[in-house]
């Protein structure tokens, strides 16, 4: 099982459309959560962090259930600009104090005309 | 302007050729990274370093080197590139806590 599973879509929505994608992570470990934003062939770029008590940027929402391990995305009134590759990421800090960033694999949205 | 530069972003090269990818800082980050990118299987961590001469292993490690010697730059080395190396490659850095700032990207062709 992936330590951070997304749906890889794609999810085709018109413009305008409210859309939401879900993230799950499997260590529990897990203490910074963000979400990414990779245009194709483009370098991955940060969207927002994920905090516990959610926080909302213009008309991105962003969610975390530690309970049960997801977080989530939601992106309102949809923009063709939009249309991209959204990567989540979670923060997984060891005993040692090391720590790493695990990447899911990406849900790609198509926003249409 | 706050930024990774990452050098070259196109490279073919030939098998078993020496190569080294260059990366470098501008933000006083200690957290650097290299990821490669595969069509299927999103980003996987090669190599990182949490600070000046600490460096660890990431998921795909094999075939590949990295030295941290200043803060601010953190080059990939491929002593030996085979066609599994064929990648998209990208470098990154983050302050403790921090979410990640990426250079461009460096396609990689090994023939």
């Known amino acids: 099982r992936k330590e951070v599973e997304q749906d890889p879509g794609p999810f085709n929505v018109p413009e305008g459309a409210t859309v939401a994608f879900n993230c799950t992570y499997s260590n529990s470990a897990s203490q910074s959560f963000f979400w990414y934003r990779q245009d194709c062939r483009k370098e991955p770029k940060l969207l927002m962090s994920v905090y516990s008590s959610g926080n909302e940027d213009g008309r991105f929402t962003a969610q975390l259930n530690r309970a049960s391990q997801y977080i989530s995305l939601l992106i309102r009134d949809s923009k063709l600009s939009d249309s991209a590759t959204y990567l989540c990421v979670v923060k997984v800090v060891h005993p040692s104090g090391t720590y790493k960033y695990i990447f899911g694999t990406g849900t790609r949205l198509k926003v249409l005309a | 302007e706050a930024q990774v530069t990452q050098n070259p972003r196109y490279l073919i090269t030939v098998t078993g050729k020496k190569l080294t990818v260059t990366c470098s800082q501008n933000m006083n980050h200690e957290y650097m990274s290299w990821y490669r990118q595969d069509p299927g299987l999103g980003l996987r961590q090669i190599y990182y370093s949490m600070n000046v001469e600490v460096t660890d292993k990431g998921d795909v490690p094999e075939g590949y080197k990295v030295s941290r010697k200043e803060k601010r730059n953190f080059p990939l080395i491929l002593e030996s590139p085979s066609p599994n190396q064929t990648s998209l490659y990208f470098c990154?850095?983050?302050?403790?806590?921090?979410?990640?700032?990426f250079g461009s990207g460096t396609r990689l062709t090994v023939v």
């Open positions: 990154a850095s983050s302050l403790a806590g921090g979410g990640y700032t």
